[in-house]
């Protein structure tokens, strides 16, 4: 049982000893010195000892510091000078008794340590402003008290909505809650946010105004929230300098256009010291780039793994003979959670963004990220109805689901229908960025036939010549 020391007075100070009635726990005892009779409860519990004086008198307020040895002192005060008078008078008998104070005034207590101001108009006007539309609500009380604790509404048509909460990278925050229409729900890797729906995050807090800015966001972010930096991987012992090149000229045109801030190339087993040379002179003309150079040939699964954790990585861009070489190590670095784009052909040849519905679980999780990919690249969506062997491969619902999207993002939307194979019309459409989920199965080896499999996702990321984004999904 704690000994709690309470000076009070004013119309807060009555309000605070309401509160401090209301649990009745009886875990604490209070010895509690008021001026006014007007902030007395009508019932005073055994654990509740009052004194009627001023405590400015050091006389009177020694009578009850020399009586019972306190653990903790809370003061409110409604005047400053008395405020400082008793802070002065407690401090002549107990240094180191930590002390609670109701601060309007901006009282300077002179660095003790022992002290915790409560700054009235800060706290004033942070109540305010939580009340305004699209301002970030910080938890003031809790924690260390610098607004490590945030709530969050989910917008529609946000980056972050339609997501898996385990798809989501979360570096130095985490999300601990989340209410939906006035409840709260249990958070799951495999819960997936809604648009209204509000998080309760955790973390320093400058990360969270920089998560708070990117979920409010409704286009523009990506690649956000995977990460901030655009990362192209160039093995020069698995693809040729026309290659190489080539991937260069497309990471730098995703550079231009996406929403990054800096492109990071890393070149390994640089065997052709004139490719080498003439890389290094196209990246210097590259604003915002990074060059690093792997001579001690770490290998494709550490340079990734490294890399990630020096850099905020939201997209790995690899030259599909690249992908196709370390398939069976890029399983093992899913957990990365991080987009991979696969590059076939020029990216400024491509028309559209193609969407082959497979699964409509992970199509709704990075349905976003198709309209915030294709937005910022300039491109129209076409999601594909194909209905082979009258098998319903895209839902009423999920099409709905696109259509509202479209809405929301301002962007146009084409559903092309009929019944044919939707890999066959996949592979005439060439001149496209397809985008679909990253799952494991895909990075599994194939031991029959093509045709053997009816998966349109692992068909379609065994193609060749057309470019693909991946996505991180949460599996079932």
């Given at each position: 049982?704690?000994?709690?020391?309470l000076?009070?007075?004013?119309?807060i100070?009555?309000?605070?000893?309401?509160?401090?009635?209301?649990?009745?726990?009886?875990?604490?005892?209070?010895?509690i010195?008021?001026?006014?009779?007007?902030?007395l409860?009508?019932?005073?519990?055994?654990?509740?000892?009052?004194?009627?004086f001023?405590p400015?008198?050091q006389?009177k307020?020694?009578?009850?510091l020399?009586k019972?040895?306190?653990?903790?002192?809370?003061i409110?005060l409604?005047?400053?000078?008395?405020?400082?008078?008793?802070?002065?008078?407690?401090?002549?008998?107990?240094?180191?008794?930590?002390l609670?104070?109701?601060?309007?005034?901006g009282?300077d207590?002179?660095?003790d340590?022992?002290?915790?101001?409560?700054?009235a108009?800060?706290?004033l006007a942070?109540?305010?402003?939580?009340?305004?539309?699209?301002?970030?609500?910080?938890?003031?009380?809790?924690?260390?008290?610098?607004g490590?604790?945030?709530?969050?509404?989910?917008?529609?048509?946000?980056?972050?909505?339609y997501?898996y909460?385990?798809s989501?990278e979360q570096?130095n925050?985490?999300?601990?809650?989340?209410?939906?229409?006035?409840?709260?729900i249990n958070?799951?890797l495999n819960?997936?946010?809604?648009?209204?729906?509000?998080?309760?995050i955790?973390?320093?807090?400058?990360v969270?105004m920089?998560?708070y800015?990117?979920?409010?966001?409704?286009?523009?972010q990506?690649?956000?929230?995977?990460?901030?930096?655009?990362?192209?991987?160039?093995?020069l012992?698995?693809?040729?300098?026309?290659?190489?090149?080539?991937?260069?000229?497309?990471?730098?045109?995703?550079?231009?256009?996406l929403?990054n801030?800096k492109?990071l190339?890393?070149?390994?087993r640089?065997?052709?010291?004139?490719?080498?040379?003439k890389?290094?002179?196209?990246?210097?003309?590259?604003?915002?780039?990074?060059?690093?150079?792997?001579?001690a040939?770490?290998?494709?699964?550490?340079?990734?793994?490294?890399d990630?954790?020096?850099?905020n990585?939201g997209?790995?861009?690899?030259?599909?003979?690249?992908?196709?070489?370390?398939k069976?190590?890029?399983?093992r670095i899913l957990?990365l959670?991080?987009?991979?784009?696969?590059?076939?052909?020029?990216?400024?040849?491509?028309?559209s963004s193609?969407?082959?519905?497979?699964?409509e679980?992970?199509?709704?999780?990075?349905?976003?990220?198709?309209?915030d990919i294709s937005?910022?690249?300039k491109?129209k969506i076409?999601i594909?109805?194909?209905?082979?062997?009258?098998?319903d491969?895209v839902?009423?619902?999920?099409?709905?689901?696109f259509?509202?999207?479209?809405?929301?993002?301002n962007?146009?939307l084409?559903?092309?229908?009929?019944?044919?194979?939707?890999?066959?019309?996949?592979?005439?459409?060439?001149?496209?960025l397809?985008?679909?989920p990253?799952?494991?199965?895909?990075?599994?080896?194939?031991?029959?036939?093509?045709?053997f499999?009816?998966?349109q996702?692992?068909?379609?990321?065994?193609?060749?010549?057309?470019?693909?984004?991946f996505i991180?999904?949460?599996?079932?």
């Amino acid at each position: 049982m704690k000994k709690v020391l309470l000076i009070l007075d004013g119309p807060i100070a009555k309000k605070i000893l309401q509160r401090i009635l209301e649990p009745d726990t009886n875990e604490n005892t209070y010895d509690i010195v008021y001026l006014n009779e007007q902030i007395l409860p009508q019932s005073r519990p055994e654990h509740f000892t009052f004194y009627h004086f001023d405590p400015s008198s050091q006389s009177k307020l020694n009578l009850v510091l020399d009586k019972n040895i306190h653990n903790f002192g809370l003061i409110v005060l409604d005047n400053q000078d008395e405020t400082k008078d008793v802070v002065k008078n407690i401090r002549t008998k107990h240094l180191n008794l930590n002390l609670c104070i109701y601060d309007f005034w901006g009282i300077d207590f002179k660095n003790d340590s022992h002290i915790t101001r409560y700054d009235a108009l800060e706290a004033l006007a942070n109540g305010m402003l939580e009340k305004l539309p699209n301002t970030p609500v910080t938890a003031q009380n809790i924690g260390l008290r610098q607004g490590e604790i945030m709530e969050l509404s989910i917008p529609f048509g946000s980056s972050y909505a339609y997501r898996y909460i385990g798809s989501i990278e979360q570096k130095n925050w985490k999300i601990f809650g989340l209410y939906r229409n006035g409840q709260l729900i249990n958070t799951r890797l495999n819960l997936i946010i809604k648009p209204n729906d509000i998080i309760l995050i955790i973390g320093q807090p400058q990360v969270l105004m920089q998560v708070y800015k990117a979920i409010k966001k409704t286009s523009g972010q990506f690649p956000m929230p995977f990460g901030e930096n655009i990362y192209l991987y160039l093995d020069l012992y698995v693809i040729n300098a026309k290659q190489a090149i080539e991937s260069l000229e497309n990471a730098k045109i995703l550079h231009l256009r996406l929403k990054n801030k800096k492109l990071l190339i890393k070149i390994t087993r640089p065997s052709n010291p004139i490719l080498l040379n003439k890389l290094k002179n196209k990246i210097q003309t590259i604003e915002n780039s990074s060059l690093q150079i792997d001579y001690a040939n770490l290998g494709f699964e550490k340079n990734i793994k490294a890399d990630t954790n020096l850099f905020n990585i939201g997209l790995i861009i690899l030259e599909q003979n690249i992908l196709k070489k370390y398939k069976n190590k890029l399983q093992r670095i899913l957990n990365l959670k991080i987009p991979i784009m696969k590059i076939s052909r020029h990216i400024s040849a491509s028309k559209s963004s193609f969407v082959l519905v497979n699964d409509e679980k992970s199509y709704e999780q990075i349905s976003p990220m198709i309209f915030d990919i294709s937005s910022q690249i300039k491109l129209k969506i076409k999601i594909c109805d194909y209905k082979p062997f009258d098998k319903d491969y895209v839902s009423q619902k999920t099409l709905e689901h696109f259509i509202n999207l479209a809405k929301i993002f301002n962007q146009s939307l084409e559903t092309i229908k009929g019944d044919k194979n939707p890999i066959k019309e996949l592979k005439k459409q060439g001149n496209i960025l397809q985008i679909l989920p990253l799952k494991k199965q895909m990075f599994k080896k194939r031991f029959l036939p093509r045709f053997f499999y009816t998966n349109q996702d692992i068909l379609s990321f065994d193609l060749k010549g057309i470019n693909q984004i991946f996505i991180p999904v949460v599996e079932d």
